[in-house]
């Protein structure tokens, strides 16, 4: 039986930003390994999500990603002040999702 190599494509992930459809929302994820671009550096984590009120300037909060949490690709905000992360799920994960 022959065997070969694995080969697998590298994961980018960004800094993105988001603002609810009415402007009043605006979310940010950073994160330092994209100090020099966001396609330096497969595989990006400690990002941050900054989440600002834009009518009063405030950061209403903060999350900083801890080790476990996958990292963000996309960012939606509702009217609501609500916001969903669309996250690519570690592959650690996958076995833990409910049939």
Known sequence: MATGIALATDRFYGDTSGKSRSGEYTAEAKSPANKDGNWKHPFQEDFTITFKNTKSGKTLWTWHQQKDDA???????????YLERHLQIPLTCWRNLPN
């Open 71 to 81: 990292s963000p690709v996309d960012l939606i905000l509702t009217d609501d002040g």
